[in-house]
């Protein structure tokens, strides 16, 4: 069994928590803004004239599917580097692609503009962004973890879901602001690009960050002693097995998280500032609940935390559903039904890094836990827009949704339980997968 190593000057630490994490924030400020503005998108590059509304919806979802597809390769490629040069410099290409892509989004010609090619150039782009997204999570993750002292892997690694959620609370923060000070027109003229060109400061802050980063004690060590990497299979068995304990938080996370206003707007007829405000209630739970969910499992184990936060979306996402489809229910309570909906992702979001990386050894680490994030959320994170729009279209039910999340949570729960019951103790790492 391989340890996670910690270094001990503070100030490391707290350095690989910011450089670790900025870039998290700025994906996911992408990934939720695109989702956000998902109908205007869809409008300007998907929906020729005489094209229907959820016709362009779905299209504009398979674009976000597609990048999803290719986050294993992008972890597959940069985790490979990533585990043989080193974490730091591996984390710096990966951001500079990631804010070349994202800007250049907002500089693209729309379909009335440029014809077919508009959504051609829009879909290469969000595969850029899907491969530097692949190799982001298994280096920042490596990165947060292998710095984390003694007992606190939980807490460091729950700062990379923490960015998750500021991220996401800052795409809807920037949308919401733009749909209240431009009108309509204005919107859908030229508003929807000033939140994607605004990554290009935040991409140049991030790599700033990422450039006076330390390498992780534990890969140095790692490659001084030239130690033998594990055997594949072994490390297929864990990718597998960490993505099944992980797609339930993939499936509900952007069920609640990301497709919910385009969801309210299209099946529920809510405004587009209505569908904001929900998508930052939900947000916030999430944000709220990370960091003392991370904490929590050091005290008590991943594994009660993360089944927590499982059951609860299995028992609870339909009838959140069905109250936010009631139009005799206040706002009120809608508002903080759709708060608790976040934070009951949140308690699966704060332990799931560390829980990753604690399933594979340094030499395999930043490969390892990409893959198992990046399947899992290729398939039920990248899916949930497309896979929700075209079976609410097909079946008429609104419910949709929620079957989506509460099956995918049922699912994770066997993966859960071969979790250890207990926290382990010291700074020794929990190879399960890999030996």
Known sequence: MTSIHQERDPRSGRRALVAGSVGNLIEWYEFGVYGYFATII?????????????????????????????????????????????????LVLVITLMTIATTLIGALPTYAQAGAVAPWLLTFLRVL??????????????????????????????????????????GAGAAALLATVLTQEQLGAWGW????????????????????????????????????????????????????????????????????????????GATFQQALVAT?????????????????????????????????????AVPLLNLLQQSGVSNTVKGVAVL????????????????????????VRYTGLGLAYALSNAVFSGCAGLIITETIERTGSVDIPAYYAAVACAVSVPALLTLPSRRVRGAKAVQEGVG
Do not use: C
């Not at 976040?342 to 340094?362: C, D, R, Y």
């Open 42 to 90: 869809a409008a300007r590059f998907f929906t020729p004239e005489g094209g229907s509304e959820v016709e362009g919806l779905v299209k504009t979802y398979a674009s976000f599917a597609l990048a999803f597809f290719f986050r294993p390769v992008g972890a597959a490629l940069f985790g490979r580097l990533g585990d043989r040069v080193g974490r730091r410099p591996v």
């Open 129 to 170: 962004q899907g491969l530097s997204a692949g190799g982001e999570f298994g280096g920042a993750v490596s990165v947060m973890t292998e710095f984390a002292p003694p007992g606190r892997r939980g807490l460091y690694g729950a700062w990379q879901s923490f960015t998750m959620a500021l991220g996401l609370l800052a």
């Open 193 to 268: 690009r000033l939140p994607f060109l605004l990554t290009l400061p935040l991409g140049l802050g991030a790599l700033w960050l990422r450039l006076r980063l330390d390498e992780t004690p534990a890969f140095e060590r790692e490659r001084s002693r030239e130690t033998e990497t594990p055997p594949s299979r072994e490390v297929a068995k864990a990718v597998a097995l960490g993505a099944g304990r992980i797609m339930g938080w993939a499936a509900a996370g952007y069920t609640f998280l990301v497709v919910l206003p385009s969801y309210l707007q299209s099946s529920l």
């Open 280 to 316: 930052v209630l939900a947000n916030l739970g999430f944000a709220v609940t990370i960091v003392p969910a991370g904490l929590l499992s050091d005290l008590l184990g991943r594994r009660a935390v993360m089944l927590a936060g499982a059951v609860l979306v299995v028992v609870l």
């Open 340 to 363: 608790g909906a976040g934070a009951v992702v949140g308690l699966m979001a704060g332990p799931g890094p560390a829980m990753l990386s604690e399933m594979f050894p340094t030499r």
